[in-house]
Antibody, heavy 120, light 111 residues
Framework: QVQLQESGPGLVKPSQTLSLTCTVS??????????WSWIRQHPGKGLEWIGY???????YYNPSLKSRVTISVDTSKNQFSLKLSSVTAADTAVYYC????????????WGQGTLVTVSS | QSALTQPASVSGSPGQSITISCTGT?????????VSWYQQHPGKAPKLMIY???KRPSGVSNRFSGSKSGNTASLTISGLQAEDEADYYC???????????FGGGTKLTVL
C-alpha cells in the first residue's frame, strides 16, 4: 500500500520560497506509470491542484501558479518536492501530496497534509 | 471562484438517497470521462470515492455511484449513513494546458 508523507517548514515569510517534500513508501516513484501531485486547500475552502510530475520527470502546472511553481523528483530518496516562490498570505494553506489512482484517472493516494502559514 | 460548480450543501435522513451535482463546461466535464469524487472528513485528507465518472476504487461502498450527462456530473449516495456526513468534491480533467480543476465542495449533512 502506497503511503505519502509531507514535510517542510510550517511558517514561511512573505516573498520567500515555500519548499515541501513528499516521501513515498510502499512503492517506488521510478517504477513507472504514475503522476505525483501537489494539491492545496486554503483554510475552510476547497481544493486546488498545483501541479504534478510524471515518473519520467515531465511536469504539468496549474496555469494560475505556473510562474511560481517548480516540482521535482529525487528517485534515489523516493521523494518529490514542491517549491513555490514569492509567497504571500494568499498561499497559506494545507498542502497535500498525492498519487493518481492509475491511468491518471484521479488522486487515489494522499498524504495527511501539512499546514503552511505565510506570515512575517 | 472554482472552475466546477457544486451546491454548497445538501442534506438527507438516514436511509435516504441524495445526489450532488457538479457542473462544468465543454472544456472539462463535457470533454473527458475523467471526473472523480472525493470525500473529506474534518481535519482529514480527501479520499477518492469515484473515478472515471462511475468507477469505484476497491473498498468503497457500492452505495456510492457516479454518472455524467453533458457538462454535469453527479454523485449519488444511497442508504445514507451517519458516517457519510462530510464534504464532497468533484474534480475533472480539463486538457493538457489546464490539467485538473476542482469543484468548490458540497457539505453533506445527515439529519
Amino acid at each position: 500500500q502506497v503511503q505519502l508523507q509531507e514535510s517542510g517548514p510550517g511558517l514561511v515569510k512573505p516573498s520567500q520560497t515555500l519548499s515541501l517534500t513528499c516521501t513515498v513508501s510502499g512503492g517506488s516513484i521510478s517504477s513507472g506509470g504514475y503522476y505525483w501531485s501537489w494539491i492545496r486547500q486554503h483554510p475552510g475552502k476547497g481544493l486546488e491542484w498545483i501541479g504534478y510530475i510524471y515518473y519520467s520527470g515531465s511536469t504539468y502546472y496549474n496555469p494560475s501558479l505556473k510562474s511560481r511553481v517548480t516540482i521535482s523528483v529525487d528517485t534515489s530518496k523516493n521523494q518529490f518536492s514542491l517549491k513555490l516562490s514569492s509567497v504571500t498570505a494568499a498561499d497559506t494553506a494545507v498542502y497535500y501530496c498525492a498519487r493518481d489512482h492509475g491511468g491518471n484517472s484521479g488522486f487515489g493516494y494522499w498524504g495527511q497534509g501539512t499546514l503552511v502559514t505565510v506570515s512575517s | 471562484q472554482s472552475a466546477l460548480t457544486q451546491p454548497a450543501s445538501v442534506s438527507g435522513s438516514p436511509g435516504q438517497s441524495i445526489t450532488i451535482s457538479c457542473t462544468g463546461t465543454s472544456s472539462d466535464v463535457g470533454s473527458y470521462n475523467l471526473v472523480s469524487w472525493y470525500q473529506q472528513h474534518p481535519g482529514k485528507a480527501p479520499k477518492l470515492m469515484i473515478y472515471e465518472v462511475s468507477k469505484r476504487p476497491s473498498g468503497v461502498s457500492n452505495r456510492f455511484s457516479g454518472s455524467k450527462s453533458g457538462n454535469t456530473a453527479s454523485l449519488t449516495i444511497s442508504g445514507l449513513q451517519a458516517e457519510d456526513e462530510a464534504d464532497y468534491y468533484c474534480c475533472s480533467y480539463a486538457g493538457s494546458s489546464t490539467s485538473w480543476v476542482f469543484g468548490g465542495g458540497t457539505k453533506l449533512t445527515v439529519l
